[in-house]
């Protein structure tokens, strides 16, 4: 791979940094997912997100009653 940080990038003089901030939130479950431009107008935060993720998964159980498909909290 190609490094493609710039020379003028001193990381040695950077303070504050804390190696592993995030790690143990990372690795309980966190998850982000990347919507698109257009998706995420429609949808301002994540509360808005899971509702209407809920509503799709409701639909489906209704469509598909055997499709295996199942809502959990």
Do not use: H, W
Not at 1 to 15: S, V
Not at 41 to 55: G, H, K, T
Not at 59 to 66: G, I, S, T, W
Request: aromatic residues 6%.
């Amino acid at each position: 791979m190609e490094d493609e940080l710039c020379p003028e990038y001193d990381f040695a003089q950077m303070q504050g940094g804390v190696r592993g901030k995030y790690a143990d939130q990372y690795q309980s479950g966190t998850n982000l997912v990347l919507l698109e431009p257009d998706v995420a107008q429609a949808f301002p935060n994540d509360e808005a997100v899971n509702n209407a993720l809920r509503l799709l998964i409701q639909v489906a159980q209704r469509q598909l009653p055997n499709s295996g498909v199942q809502m959990t909290e």
